[in-house]
């Protein structure tokens, strides 16, 4: 069975990837959505009664979810033709303002998910799989005020870009999505951005053209995919500049 895999499924980016998928590559015969609210998932499901979609709760911050995953998978063998991970977690302040359990919940989420996701799902693809990670423009220079969420996207950033290059043999491509800007729930606008953040004034992205140009960025067999002129031009200074120049310009 054809399936695709998308995590972080119930919101933003996640739900854009969904509805992309299902209703772009009819190739696929069921589509798995994964995320913490289930209520969420079962919206979507509800949006395209004539396809065949599953809904997962777990939360891929917690360890108990991969055994769970892992006996779904070896009970279903599936063909995995797709896989999105997107579950992720971002706050925002001073490493020294925030509590430490949120802290260590997003690099449960941002990091741990990402890497048991890919293991657990490689035994079931073969050539012509792709798997896209979301990663973020956040990766390429570190960001004051997002200290902890800028170090995991650049974790997603070096692991995708090594699975790209170890799975290459394999026929199975793996693309690092780094978007800025999304009016997405992670980014908390309304309460985690203020007025005057230098972030809150740079573009936002249509999420889904995001989703739609990431995954044909990843079909066409990309290692990274940066969407919107301007961030390109952010991804390209990132490489010239010193970081010590740019550090006080990516501030959260």
């Known amino acids: 069975m054809k399936i695709a895999i998308i995590t972080g499924a119930s919101s933003g980016l996640g739900t854009e990837f969904a509805n992309e ?13 994964i995320a913490r609210r289930k209520e969420r998932l079962e919206e979507i ?3 395209y009664p004539k396809k065949r979609i599953r809904s997962i709760s777990m939360d891929l911050g917690k360890e108990e979810s991969y055994s769970e995953l892992e006996k779904i998978l070896n009970e279903t063998k599936p063909d995995i033709r797709i896989l999105v991970s997107n579950a992720g977690v971002l706050t925002r302040g001073s490493l020294v303002d925030k509590d430490l359990k949120s802290q260590l919940n997003m690099t449960n989420l941002n990091i741990n998910g ?12 073969k050539k012509g799989s792709m798997i896209v990670e979301t990663c973020s423009v956040s990766a390429f220079v570190p960001n004051p005020n997002m200290a902890v969420y800028s ?27 780094c978007p800025g800007n ?10 985690q951005l203020g007025n005057g953040s230098i972030i809150n004034k740079l573009p936002f992205l249509d999420m889904r053209k995001v989703a739609r140009y ?8 990309k290692s990274v995919y940066t969407p919107g002129l301007f961030y390109k031009l952010y991804r390209v ?9 740019m550090i006080p310009l990516a501030k959260g």
């Not at 200074?237 to 120049?245: A, R």
């Open 151 to 177: 170090g995991t996207k650049a974790f997603v950033l070096y692991f995708s870009r090594a699975m790209h290059e170890e799975l290459k043999p394999r026929g199975i491509n793996v693309c690092a999505i």
């Open 45 to 47: 499901i509800q949006k």
């Open 114 to 125: 990402y890497l048991a996701i890919a293991k657990l799902c490689l035994p079931y693809m």
């Open 237 to 245: 200074v990132s490489k010239i500049l010193p970081h010590d120049l």
């Open 21 to 33: 998928i299902i209703e772009n590559h009819l190739e696929l015969e069921e589509i798995w959505l």
């Open 214 to 221: 990431s995954l044909k960025a990843a079909q066409s067999g």
């Open 182 to 191: 999304m009016a997405s729930e992670i980014s908390s606008l309304s309460e």
